[in-house]
């Protein structure tokens, strides 16, 4: 089984900055991709950013330029780094992370962590 624990949300005023943790344990062989996710009240979950092992980023286009996506493999820890933040920012933000456990691949969400945006 694998868990993700994510930390560093709460309320910063707009234009303001955040830094997201996303740390997996568990029975973990290997760690493909790794990316986060956020879901507004009303709206559909949708991607954020998200990391291959390699290195690889992707960013939706509402925030490339202004969030980075990294990652510590040895640590099997995700960050998202937000800056300029905007109100529309605000929403709960979801680790996730895909990858081996043994011979079994695994699919795992953590618990969420809430970003608020005042204007």
């Known amino acids: 089984q694998v868990q993700l624990v994510e930390s560093g949300g709460g309320l910063v005023q707009a234009g303001g900055s955040l830094r997201l943790s996303c740390a997996a344990s568990?029975?973990?062989?290997?760690?493909?991709?790794m990316g986060w996710y956020r879901q507004a009240p009303g709206k559909q979950r949708e991607l954020v950013a998200d990391i291959s092992t390699g290195g690889w980023t992707n960013y939706a286009d509402a925030v490339k330029g202004r969030f980075t996506i990294s990652r510590d493999n040895r640590k099997n820890t995700v960050y998202l780094q937000m800056n300029s933040l905007k109100p529309e920012d605000t929403a709960v933000y979801y680790c996730n992370a895909a990858g081996w456990s043994g011979r079994t691949l695994f699919g795992a969400w953590g618990q969420g962590t809430q970003v608020t945006v005042s204007s």
């Open positions: 568990g029975s973990i062989s290997s760690i493909h991709a």
